[in-house]
């Protein structure tokens, strides 16, 4: 079983949360988004708290939560403080449950002027999960995300697509070498049984990866 799982995008607004509860409930495991950046609707690990059913899963506090919706290192700025990737490191849950971690955007979002996404994937020694949306435009931001991965001798599982547009999965999953883990269609409305519900679709093979 890894252990330790980062869930990256290919960009943001992408799903990343709703991916991140339905592996939570699948792995029954604990979840921890380090930096949130935007909270005026709540944040995503409040969200994630209530969509859960299984009574194993901890969600753990924030390290940084800032207020502006943007880049975590303009967010950060924002309130005059620089975001610490060590910091983050030290603050890492301990947990004997599997550990999910959202990141925010993708693994080249910046977190402060010297240190991005994937250099906190790599103090972390993380494996990556990767999720990407089905629309025009996909394929390559897929591919890149999948490249900056590969240059950095990165763990990846697999890919988690949704949405419903034009197939571009097994391309994806074959240009870029990374297997396919599954696909959550666009759903009619969100819950906490119809996570639990994607996440009983997914666990049985979601398992042969781990």
């Known amino acids: 079983m890894k252990s330790v799982i980062f869930v990256s995008g290919i960009g943001t607004g992408i799903g990343k949360t709703v991916v991140s509860a339905i592996l939570t409930e699948a792995l029954e495991a604990d ?24 009574k194993n899963s901890v969600v753990h506090k924030e390290t940084y939560k800032l207020k502006l919706a943007a880049s975590p290192h303009i967010a950060a700025e924002e309130e005059g403080i620089e975001i610490s ?36 994937i790599k103090k972390l020694g993380a494996t990556v999960i990767i999720v990407s949306r089905n629309y025009l435009g996909s394929i390559n931001h897929s591919l890149l995300t999948a490249e900056v991965l590969k240059q950095n001798k990165i763990d990846v599982l697999g890919w988690i697509f949704n949405g419903d547009y034009l197939d571009y999965e097994n391309d994806i999953v074959q240009w870029s ?9 666009n ?9 639990h519900t994607q996440a009983v679709k997914i666990k049985e093979h979601l398992n042969l990866f781990l």
């Open 31 to 54: 979840y921890w988004k380090p930096v949130q950046a935007g909270y005026a609707n709540g944040t995503d690990s409040q969200w994630l708290k209530k969509m859960m059913t299984n």
């Open 85 to 120: 990737i060590d910091k983050i490191v030290d603050d890492k849950p301990v947990t004997t449950n599997p550990l999910l971690i959202e990141g925010a955007g993708g693994p080249m979002a910046p977190l402060n002027k010297n240190n991005f996404a994937i250099d906190l």
């Open 177 to 185: 070498g990374f297997p396919w883990i599954a696909s959550v269609r």
């Open 187 to 195: 759903l009619p409305e969100i819950n906490k049984d119809i996570i």
